[in-house]
């Protein structure tokens, strides 16, 4: 939890870091913080400082030629600082406004090289959301050490010229031996010191009650997106939500939620009062430093314009030093933060990242597609679980071949193939690729191979052509070879922007909603653009009407090419041209062969399947 105490070497290592993953991100933000908080702290030093030498001109030997320097100096100096200032500040403005965006790319990263079993993880999502809800919600963490850049200059740079400019104050002599004691710098600087920290401490207590409601905070915003928002919002619910009546268990969960209004009520309380209890105690420091001027003066230690000098800089003093203890105390709270972040952002991937390259053969059509995929004695059971989805699958793909896969519902087949994309490694048991493991391989290599459309596949709001090629460059004629050959022909030629045309109405108002028949075959056509030499169909034909489902099997034969092809149905009938079928029940392939051989096996799986589908059709 970000509250534990951290050495300061520890903090100024997590400090860095925060500073090296800005600067990776958003370049130049912090930096540009930094220096417009410099400009804007020294400038008023500046002015009061050539004030006060104005007024000490005017009182005492009043030479025009000497005050109209001083003058031209404050003028010209007021104008530089605020140009500076406002090209500094509108740059930075801008930076600011879009850090949040940046921030998102930093999980976004993360969630992209994350493991693919690690994703579904209850409690790594949990770290997620806290690390992205803190950060977010409150701006604790990065943003905080953003913001933070500044005061630190800000309580640096003021703390100080205040000191530089107050030096004086207690060296010049009045004459009076009490007054030009020396004990006084040391009882109004501790005292201001001492008033600043304990403002510090203050803001500790504060952020330590303000933690601990936070805490609460997690479950209720999952809870309240998830009901608030999730529910109602999306389209993918609103039919269930509707037709089932689910906002009434919905309205339930948000008035229990309600009843956490009264402790945050007394959290918020407690929140407000120990800041201003010490902002009171400041007040008395700076009360007391006034009345020490006003007495110094008063026995001739120095001029009128000094005093304006010295009552202007030593409330800043205060505030400077304060803000200097609030920096460190700050620095305490967002490494706390920053640790837990990057506590979710060091998690390792388990999985065996392989070196070798995948061996480059031409995928074109025509080509050598001989890779052979061999699963040897595999066993699988999900993360965190303790049954076995898939017991001791041995088979072997021959090159270019057919292979359909059936079976009951959950007897296995979705994570078959999500074994064979690697999404998971087999518990135990071994997949090899022309004989090698293929954890060996480079993952991205090897995923290269292997095109897939998953039954619950997505498309994306972005043109049809991007959805096709899955990337932002692309083969325009490929991409409308690939929608012809899925039988997408007819529909391309009614849209108005063809390829370009948009899916979905997030981005362009006029973007079309496909049909689910139609996002099915936008989504075969990505599988045919990839021209891997694997392709695997997870139920592909599942929301096409029978006509387009026949159109798709004449077309399969030329889909497919010469590629390997792993195909997963239901409709035993659109198994029948399939070189091999494989029989999956409850986690084991218990029959293999064509069509003709399996029928033949009169009290086999595959029969039972067929005659429960065969019946309808009689
Ligand atoms: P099929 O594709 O044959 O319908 P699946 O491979 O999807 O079957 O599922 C096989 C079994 O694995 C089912 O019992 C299912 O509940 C379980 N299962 C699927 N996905 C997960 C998961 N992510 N975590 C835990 N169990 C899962």
Redesign the pocket.
């Known amino acids: 939890m970000p509250m534990k105490k951290m050495s300061l070497r520890r903090r100024f290592e997590v400090t860095v870091r925060g500073f090296r993953i800005l600067r990776q991100y958003c370049p130049g933000l912090a930096q540009g913080r930094a220096l417009c908080e410099l400009v804007s702290t020294l400038q008023p030093f500046a002015a009061v400082w050539f004030s006060a030498q104005i007024i000490n001109e005017l009182s005492a030997l009043c030479r025009m030629k000497t005050i109209v320097l001083y003058a031209a100096c404050v003028v010209c100096l007021q104008f530089v600082c605020a140009v500076l200032r406002g090209i500094l500040d509108s740059v930075c403005s801008e930076k600011e406004a879009q850090m949040w965006c940046y921030f998102g790319k930093i999980f976004a990263d993360k969630q992209m090289s994350m493991d693919y079993a690690d994703l ?1 993880n209850a409690e790594l999502r949990y770290q997620k959301q806290q690390a992205e809800e803190n950060l977010f919600m409150f701006g604790n963490g990065l943003a905080q050490l953003v913001w933070g850049t500044s005061t630190l200059v800000r309580a640096a740079a003021s703390s100080t010229a205040a000191i530089v400019m107050t030096y004086s104050l207690f060296a010049a002599k009045s004459g009076n031996a009490v007054m030009d004691s020396p004990v006084w710098s040391v009882v109004f600087l501790g005292g201001i010191a001492l008033g600043a920290r304990c403002s510090a401490k203050a803001y500790i207590k504060e952020n330590d009650v303000f933690v601990e409601w936070c805490k609460d905070t997690v479950w209720f915003n999952r809870a309240y997106y998830f009901f608030g928002k999730e529910l109602y919002m999306n389209m993918d619910r609103a039919k269930d939500v509707r037709i089932y009546g689910q906002n009434a268990v919905a309205k339930r969960a948000l008035d229990g939620m309600s009843k956490k209004d009264a402790a945050d009520a007394a959290a918020i309380f407690q929140m407000a009062v120990c800041p201003a209890l010490a902002r009171a105690l400041m007040g008395f420091a700076n009360a007391a430093c006034y009345l020490f001027v006003a007495a110094k003066a008063f026995y001739g230690a120095f001029g009128v314009g000094s005093i304006v000098q010295y009552v202007a800089v030593l409330s800043r003093l205060g505030d400077g030093l304060q803000e200097l203890a609030f920096v460190l105390a700050d620095n305490a709270v967002y490494c706390g933060y920053l640790s837990a972040m990057f506590d979710y952002l060091d998690i390792p991937n388990k999985k065996y990242e392989g070196t070798i390259p995948v061996e480059k053969r031409s995928f074109c059509d025509g080509g050598d597609y001989d890779y052979e995929i061999e699963f040897r004695n595999v066993s699988f059971k ?1 993360p965190e ?1 303790e049954q076995y ?1 898939l017991k001791n699958i041995s088979l072997k793909f021959q090159v270019g071949k057919r292979f359909a896969i059936v ?10 193939v999500k074994l064979l994309c690697r999404l998971y490694d087999p518990s135990e048991g071994v997949i090899l690729l022309n004989g090698i493991d293929i954890r060996k391989y480079a993952y991205q290599e090897y995923l290269s191979i292997v095109a897939v459309v998953f039954q619950d596949f997505k498309l994306f709001s972005f043109s049809l052509a991007q959805n096709v090629a899955a990337g932002t460059a692309y083969d325009a004629e490929r991409v409308a070879a690939s929608l012809k050959q899925v039988g997408f022909g007819a529909r391309l030629m009614q849209m108005p922007n063809g390829i370009e045309t948009s899916l979905y109405q997030d981005f362009e108002s006029g973007g079309i909603e496909p049909s689910g028949g139609e996002a099915q075959k936008i989504a075969l056509a990505r599988a045919v653009y990839k021209n891997a030499p694997f392709i695997i169909l997870d139920e592909p034909t599942a929301a096409l009407d029978p006509l387009a489902e026949a159109e798709i099997y004449e077309a399969f034969q030329e889909i497919v090419g010469g590629r390997t092809a792993v195909y ?1 149905s239901h409709r035993l009938s659109s198994c029948k041209f399939c070189d091999q079928i494989l029989v ?1 029940h409850e986690g084991k392939v218990v029959q293999q062969g064509t069509h003709s051989e399996l029928v033949a096996q009169a009290d086999g799986k595959y029969v039972e399947l067929w005659n429960a589908q065969a019946r309808y059709y009689v």
Not at 407 to 416: I, L, R
Request: aromatic share 18%; charged share 10%.
């Open positions: 579904e999900y679980t989805v079976g009951m519902n959950g007897s296995g087949k979705t994570t078959f997963i999956f």
